[in-house]
DNA sequence: ACCTGAACACCGTTCAAGT
DNA sequence: ACCTGAACACCGTTCAAGT
């Protein structure tokens, strides 16, 4: 007969299988991961995962949710008072090292709302972000629209691992080429 | 006893099978579309699939090759003589069709070396085009960095379906602001 | 060489039954 | 309320056996 009846609180429980599924996840990618390997890596049985997450994407999810959020409450503390284009940089190319990840919440946020949710909140951190660096250029005309490409060249360089340049490069050169001021080095 | 040895020669039998994938993948994606699917429609048994392809995948990846082929040979026969940047958006235009299929492709290439070089074609031939854009201009600065920004910027569109421009209404604006000509109407 | 039915492997998810 | 073992559902893939 089974040891039941642990007593450990929700909330503790779902931080240890959220912390194995990260670890998981970055590890062995989504596919790569399954139900089975986070509950026994947190200690459950796997049918007790459903006890506090409805599905395996909504452990994504969850998992994703939290990510983002460390690194944006990181950057805040670590680059304070630094001008915008560098944390929108280096943001960037922290979430480089979940780019496996990222292409897996495009395939997954058509079917689930909460990896969609997750996904979407990824692309408002960035959004807000490249806003202060338009506001920064005095000549700054197009806001959303400048939003819009640097959003889109981040998805697009994190999606495809083609010998392509990363994000981080091309921005800068976007940035001058589009607002029109500083080096305009293309 | 089942109906066997039918003579069907083996090219046909490959063109049914991608055929029918082609339009199931198209209808119901990658994930949604079984090979029991692709047989039934095709009508053989699921097992009879794997003396064609290798493995699901491979289908995939035939399927787009094939997409690819005759979206290029299309678009030469019909858009002869135009200039390269209409070529290349009506290129990516029609390409928003299977979105769709270009994420499943980013998903699966991690596993399928078949589906990474199909999707390595497909970026072949957006560079390619770029190129003949880029050579159009007349202060044609960097062609590869501008090759790279487009490509990914496609990549980017094609992938995430957040309220985001296409990357047809994008890349114009873009070319002209790398390029330093024309319009200049950012 | 081509085709089949049956079985295997894997995994997300459910559920009745425990504490 | 929380946890379990066992079973179900689904699907890609394999394989021995047909023609």
Redesign the interface.
């Known amino acids: 007969m089974p040891k039941n009846r642990q007593q450990i609180p929700r909330e503790q429980r779902t931080a240890e299988l959220l912390a194995a599924a990260t670890e998981l996840f970055l590890r062995n990618?989504y596919?790569g991961t399954t139900i089975a390997d986070i509950s026994a890596a947190a200690g459950v049985a796997p049918a007790n995962v459903y006890w506090y997450f409805p599905s395996k994407d909504d452990v994504f999810a969850a998992v994703m949710e939290r990510m983002l959020s460390r690194e944006a409450r990181a950057l805040e503390h670590e680059l304070q008072g630094m001008e915008p284009l560098s944390m929108l940089i280096r943001g960037l190319d922290d979430m480089r090292a979940f780019r496996?990840l990222h292409?897996?919440m495009?395939?997954r946020m058509?079917e689930s709302v909460a990896v969609r949710e997750a996904?979407?909140r990824f692309?408002d951190w960035i959004r807000t972000t490249v806003y202060r660096v338009v506001d920064d250029y005095p000549g700054a005309?197009?806001r959303e629209?400048v939003a819009?490409?640097i959003?889109?060249?981040?998805?697009?360089?994190n999606?495809?691992d083609?010998p392509?340049?990363p994000?981080t490069v091309?921005i800068p050169?976007?940035m001058d080429?589009?607002m029109?001021t500083k080096s305009k080095s293309?």
């Open positions: 990618g596919a496996d292409r897996s495009h395939s058509q996904h979407d692309l005309s197009d629209m819009d490409i959003v889109t060249l981040f998805e697009g360089a999606v495809s083609s392509l340049r994000a091309m050169v976007l080429a589009l029109g293309v």
